[in-house]
DNA sequence: CGGCATCCTTTTGGATACTG
DNA sequence: CAGTATCCAAAAGGATGCCG
């Protein structure tokens, strides 16, 4: 089924989502567990900068939303690994195009600024 | 030239472009005057919810980043019109695919929700 | 009409300490 | 190791008033 929703309107569900998958670390996240899944701390030392807090809340905002999928192994001490799912792996696509995008036009973005600043 | 750039390191300029491409009010902005050049209060009363001052905000970086531009026609009182660049309308292709996806998915995610609080 | 400036409230973020 | 809880600083957001 297709929810309707209109684009611009403040109701729309869409809107709150699009926030929460364009949020800051999600992309990086999503892309440091892509190959295989990853322990917290491991994550946390690829994502440079990224505090405790900040990672813990988005792994889960990711969890919640069904991109990545949380596994607690039964080791002492316990180990927790954090899997990319199907439907994270469907959200790579867009976001690595949004992510090429960047890359290749910051030069002219750059240029940009030096101009507005004049 | 490209510009060299690890996608994780905090010093990668692309992370704060993709960031402000990626902010709540962009797509919307860059989506209303994508067919035609309109004016403040005309794109104010398209996109639900926003502000006076998250627009002026949203329209400043769009400006600075080149994705927008700004003309100031010689009426009285001033008209201020806002169109979108070539750049900016390069940038709606990733921009309108995530946004597809936002759509196509949102009943995926609202499925792990409510898996999720359980 | 299209803003900018100010004020104030709310949200976010970082640092630190503590726990199973 | 993988968090939670707490506290404080910083940033964002809304409301209002004013101006060319």
């Given at each position: 089924m297709m929810v309707e929703c209109?684009?611009?309107?403040?109701?729309?569900?869409?809107?709150?989502?699009?926030d929460q998958v364009t949020d800051k670390w999600s992309m990086m996240?999503?892309?440091?567990?892509r190959a295989k899944p990853l322990r917290f701390n491991t994550i946390r030392r690829q994502v440079e900068g990224v505090t405790q807090?900040?990672?813990?809340?988005?792994?889960?905002?990711?969890?919640?939303?069904?991109?990545?999928?949380?596994?607690?192994?039964?080791t002492s001490p316990v180990a927790v690994e954090y899997a990319i799912t199907d439907l994270g792996l469907s959200l790579q696509?867009?976001?690595?195009?949004?992510?090429?995008?960047?890359?290749?036009?910051?030069?002219?973005?750059?240029e940009a600024q030096r101009a507005y600043e004049a």
């Open positions: 209109d684009y611009f309107s403040a109701a729309c569900p869409s809107r709150q989502l699009f996240v999503l892309s440091v567990i807090k900040a990672l813990t809340q988005t792994l889960r905002r990711l969890e919640r939303n069904g991109l990545v999928v949380r596994r607690v192994l039964p696509g867009p976001l690595g195009a949004l992510h090429e995008w960047t890359i290749t036009n910051l030069d002219k973005v750059s």
